[in-house]
């Protein structure tokens, strides 16, 4: 009888350390979900699988079975193509379909939200694909400037639910 209560009473401790623990998985699944996005956008796939980013989530159809991953609430996924000559509509990016034009280039980018903070400011490369991945803060507006051989666009941006992900409207110039 003791040894019952001692294996209950050490099975219910267990469960209280682990429900009281500060250590949240929440942590890790956020850091997997932006890899995953990342490997999307730099990744090459076969057809039949295609990735695609909303304000809220990541759809992955691969096969023809569609899996949905959360995006962490803090941050927004916004992929800007700046372009000279060509571009496409979008609204939701594509991670495994949506090409701009002016690819692998270094273009500088700055952005600051409405208060003035600068939240980017360096020379980034776009992607194979053309499109420049970013991270933002969530529910703000922000001043997008970027620079590119000696050609500039500026546009504002937010990062709002239902908000689009997939920025092919700055041209260079």
């Not at 569609?66 to 000279?84: C, G, H």
Request: net charge negative.
């Amino acid at each position: 009888m003791k040894k019952r209560l001692l294996v209950v009473f050490g099975l219910l401790l267990s469960f209280m350390l682990v429900a009281c623990s500060n250590d949240s998985s929440d942590g890790s699944e956020v850091k997997d979900t932006k890899e995953k996005v990342h490997e999307y956008s730099v990744g090459s796939f076969e057809d039949d699988l295609t990735a695609s980013i909303t304000s809220h989530e990541l759809i992955v159809n691969d096969n023809g079975k569609e899996t949905t991953f959360d995006l962490p609430s803090d941050e927004f996924f916004v992929s800007i193509a700046p372009f000279v000559e060509t571009t496409h509509p979008c609204a939701i990016h594509s991670l495994t379909g949506c090409q701009g034009e002016l690819v692998e280039k270094d273009f500088d980018v700055h952005i600051q939200d409405e208060d003035g903070n600068v939240v980017v400011d360096e020379t980034i490369a776009s992607l194979e694909n053309g499109f420049i991945d970013l991270w933002l803060p969530r529910n703000k507006n922000f001043q997008v400037k970027i620079t590119h051989d000696d050609k500039t666009v500026e546009s504002n941006i937010s990062t709002f639910e239902g908000d689009n992900t997939c920025i092919t409207t700055m041209q260079l110039t």
